[in-house]
């Protein structure tokens, strides 16, 4: 398994940007896709992004795309989350997570193995 940690969040205002990071450790990281997920109060946890182990292919809510971007370095193990023009329904926990397979198989939240704290964003209006 992976080990994650999130950092990053914070309160913001809606237009401003955020950038969001997880750091990973355990030597399935690089061969394993890794994600980011929200759940604001009272909903259910929800995909957000997602990049494959090479980075190279990209998986998006269409809620995000073309605001937001992931991206990782294997060479550090970390993942990033950067995401511009914020809106106040951005506003969730946000957290890392980890799939056992180097391409997204499922957007589904029970298809990750690993899971970091999650790290609060707020966006106000």
């Known amino acids: 398994q992976v080990q994650l940690v999130e950092s990053g969040g914070g309160l913001v205002q809606a237009g401003d940007s955020l950038r969001l990071s997880c750091a990973a450790s355990?030597?399935?990281?690089?061969?394993?896709?890794m994600g980011w997920f929200r759940q604001a109060p009272g909903l259910e946890r929800e995909f957000v992004a997602a990049?494959?182990?090479?980075?190279?292919?990209?998986y998006y809510a269409d809620s995000v795309k073309g605001r937001f971007a992931i991206s990782r370095d294997n060479a550090k193990n970390t993942v990033t989350l950067q995401m511009n023009s914020l809106k106040p329904e951005d506003t969730a926990v946000y957290y890392c997570?980890?799939?056992?397979?180097?391409?997204?198989?499922?957007?589904?939240?029970?298809?990750?193995?690993?899971w970091g704290p999650g790290t609060q964003v707020i966006v106000s209006s």
């Open positions: 997570a980890a799939q056992s397979t180097k391409f997204l198989t499922s957007r589904e939240s029970a298809a990750f193995d690993s």
């Open positions: 355990g030597r399935t990281f690089t061969s394993a896709t």
């Open positions: 990049t494959s182990w090479s980075g190279i292919t990209t």
